[in-house]
């Protein structure tokens, strides 16, 4: 059941499974601590994940979770394809293998906090895998669902630190609050994306191609499956941007960055993303996930 007053989607305990205000600093059902301040550092992570259909498209493909226990976050982006029933699917099939692999003490959902990184890593990679199979057995089971696929970028932020697992053109970006900069962690695994990387096309060729959005790299096209990991270490006041190709169809890195930063809230943050994306014409479907490593409430300014 989804809480009262939800001002986009909900946070999902690590521990139970239950959907949470996306502010929750506690489980509503198992009492389970969420999104509590780490004490060592005087931060606290704050987030929220939006998702809009767009002004063209009468279907969302796309498909967001985030879920937390002991003050770390998991966030993903999944961004289906191969015609709307198939692509929901999909992207769907993401969330739900993500959200097993993860959630209850018997997947060690409670205990994330206490593994080391290269085990994090690790657990984000299987994840990712576990929904890639999924994927292809949905799509080998069912005829009307052949060629579905989908993108899938996974990040994991514990105390300053964030992990990341990707397939697909979504992204994950980080954006630093002290030189009011923006950098793409991710690669796109679009074909025009390999084009700008080897050099035969420029940026505002890549951002005006027909084939921009054909990726030779997904989730449901075979069991075999490439899987880039990241990692990277974040400073307080930072954000972290998970977002769908909708949103960087419509916004630059710089746009992103500016509306990200002029609020401390991310509720606020994900409303101006989707806004601007859908002003400015919302051809696909627009996802965005905005994370806060702010300041706990109390802490001392350090
Ligand atoms: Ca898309």
């Given at each position: 059941m989804l809480p009262e007053n939800l001002n986009g989607e909900p946070l999902t305990c690590l521990k139970c499974g239950t959907y949470n205000l996306p502010?929750?600093?506690?489980?509503?059902?198992?009492?389970?601590?969420?999104?509590?301040?780490d004490e060592n550092l005087g931060t606290q992570l704050r987030l929220s994940a939006r998702t809009s259909a767009g002004?063209?498209?009468?279907?969302?493909e796309d498909s967001l979770g985030i879920w937390s226990v002991d003050g770390l976050v998991l966030a993903l982006v999944a961004d289906g394809m191969g015609g709307a029933a198939a692509g929901e699917e999909a992207s769907r099939l993401v969330v739900e293998s993500v959200q097993a692999s993860f959630t209850g003490s018997e997947r060690g959902g409670d205990q994330l906090a206490a593994l080391s990184e290269d085990e994090l890593l690790k657990r984000l990679q299987t994840a990712i895998e576990r929904a890639n199979c999924a994927v292809v057995e949905r799509a080998r089971r069912d005829i009307s669902r052949r060629g579905m696929g989908t993108t899938a970028t996974l990040a994991l932020v514990r105390n300053n630190r964030v992990l990341a697992a990707h397939v697909g053109d979504s992204r994950l970006y980080l954006v630093d609050a002290r030189d009011r900069t923006i950098r793409q962690i991710t690669s796109d695994h679009s074909f025009v994306q390999a084009l700008v990387a080897s050099g035969h096309l420029t940026l505002e060729q890549a951002r005006r191609h027909?084939?921009?959005?054909?990726?030779?790299?997904?989730?449901?096209?075979?069991?075999e499956l490439e899987i880039d990991l990241h990692r990277h270490t974040l400073q307080s006041d930072d954000r972290i941007v998970l977002c769908s190709d909708g949103l960087t169809r419509h916004l630059e890195d710089c746009d992103i960055a500016e509306i990200v930063l002029r609020t401390e809230n991310p509720t606020e943050a994900t409303l101006d993303l989707i806004e601007l994306a859908n002003e400015r014409g919302g051809e696909d479907n627009i996802s965005a996930i905005v994370i806060h490593l702010g300041r706990a409430e109390g802490a001392q300014s350090r």
């Open positions: 502010t929750a600093t506690r489980c509503a059902h198992c009492n389970a601590p969420l999104l509590i301040p002004k063209v498209r009468s279907s969302n027909p084939m921009g959005h054909v990726l030779y790299r997904a989730l449901g096209q075979s069991t």
